[in-house]
């Protein structure tokens, strides 16, 4: 059976899947809390998950910052132990038009995001829920964590690691109660999807990926991949040797613009 969701807390809530997902929870009146850095449209996103009877927190948190977002997080579970943890936010660098490399800056700071950020977010509540001996972590990689990407490879290391963590995290959590499960999305019609040129092949909306995604959770999924086909594709794709993998991602390159 799977756990019930009542208290969920949810990283990159102000936008895409987060913002989704945020607004799925809040339809079964959810105890949601809301972190990001837009605070303009993470209070746009609370006042709608309240208007569907949702319970809101908000933490205009930057997932870099350690100490203060261990603060909420600690503070957000001490009121209401957290029955789900989304760590969603994440944030995409490439090629850029015209260039060769992604810009070393951009990487770095990526890097800083979408590893130690979901480090940031998960570390301060493990303890917490080992503790209880009950609750679920799901961590955002991306189909990308399953083929390296020539024009991303930053955004693919750092996907990677968190796939790699979080099947790690599964297996030493699971005698305590808790589920992980990491989800790997293809491409999502997000803002961060438009900076991408090329192709998008299978693109989805973010309700969609939050409908597989719950469900996934429910059936405690260790990992939640979609679309099926395309998660197929990219995992086999990874799998090939290096001159044929190369050879076959020539039609899928594509720079990534600047963040508007």
């Known amino acids: 059976m799977a756990p019930i969701s009542s208290t969920v807390v949810i990283t990159g809530a102000s936008s895409g899947i987060g913002t989704a997902l945020a607004l799925r ?11 990001g850095r837009n605070q303009e449209r993470l209070a746009s996103v609370a006042v709608e ?11 205009e948190i930057d997932i870099r910052a350690r100490a203060e977002l261990m603060h909420w997080l600690e503070a957000f579970d001490d009121a209401t132990p957290i029955d789900l943890l989304f760590a969603n936010a994440g944030v995409m660098e490439g090629t850029p ?9 951009a990487a770095y700071a990526m ?22 001996g009950r609750g679920q972590i799901a961590l955002v990689s991306s189909i990308a964590g399953f083929i390296p990407l020539p024009d991303s490879p930053s955004y693919c290391a750092s996907k990677a690691a968190v796939l790699s963590y ?11 109660g808790i589920r992980v ?17 090329g192709p998008k092949p299978f693109a989805m909306p973010p309700g969609k990926a939050a409908d597989l995604i719950c469900r996934g959770l429910e059936h405690n999924r260790a990992v939640i991949a979609f679309p099926f086909f395309f998660a197929l594709v ?24 600047e963040p508007h």
């Open 25 to 35: 929870y809040a339809r079964q009146g959810a105890t949601i809390g809301l972190i």
């Open 49 to 59: 998950c309240r208007n569907l009877g949702a319970n809101v927190s908000v933490g």
């Open 97 to 105: 038009p015209g260039g060769k490399i992604e810009p070393p800056d």
């Open 111 to 132: 890097i800083q995001t979408n590893i130690l950020g979901v480090l940031n977010t998960v570390q301060p509540l493990i303890p917490r829920m080992m503790t209880r």
């Open 166 to 176: 979080g099947l790690a995290l599964r297996a030493l959590l699971d005698p305590y």
């Open 181 to 197: 499960s990491v989800i790997c999305p293809g491409y999502i019609t997000t803002p961060m999807m438009l900076r991408e040129s």
């Open 234 to 257: 990219t995992r086999i794709g990874g799998l090939l040797p290096d001159r044929l993998r190369r050879w076959t991602m020539r039609p899928f390159r594509f720079t990534v613009s």
